[in-house]
């Protein structure tokens, strides 16, 4: 998804103006067809998360930092964190805000819904753990 910017120039005699699916867009006197937009999840990106500004901005601050100055960390000698665990109930952005880092970053995102390994025993639970990271070719 991609913001675009637009100016309204008239919106006949209501003082008020929602944009929808059936509202015309006019440019240099041309009508412009919409297309039906195809759903990606490659194109969340930061824009797309609302109302979370604080928890956005650790986060980015957590994964962006290392990968555009990883020489300040290692000249310091600081370990940068390789996890990051959101908890909260569901609908709160969480799955929405680690796929906006993950596309805008270009770094990989790897979802584990927590209901997958919490019913399950110990053993279970780091068995599907272990399976679903090498199904991904990463290391636990």
Do not use: W
């Amino acid at each position: 998804m991609h913001a675009v910017e637009f100016k309204i120039n008239g919106i006949g005699s209501n003082p008020y103006c929602m944009v929808t699916n059936n509202t015309k867009i006019v440019y240099d006197d041309q009508s412009i067809e919409r297309k039906k937009a195809k759903s990606s999840l490659n194109e969340i990106g930061y824009i797309d998360v609302v109302g979370l500004k604080k928890l956005l901005k650790k986060i980015r601050e957590m994964v962006e930092l290392p990968l555009e100055q990883p020489q300040s960390f290692i000249t310091t000698g600081v370990k940068p964190s390789h996890d990051i665990l959101l908890i909260g109930p569901p609908g709160t952005g969480k799955v929405l805000m680690v796929r906006a880092v993950a596309n805008e970053t270009g770094t990989f995102f790897f979802l584990i819904n927590g209901s997958d390994i919490m019913s399950k025993s110990t053993n279970e639970a780091y068995s599907s753990l272990s399976n679903a990271f090498e199904e991904n070719n990463l290391k636990m």
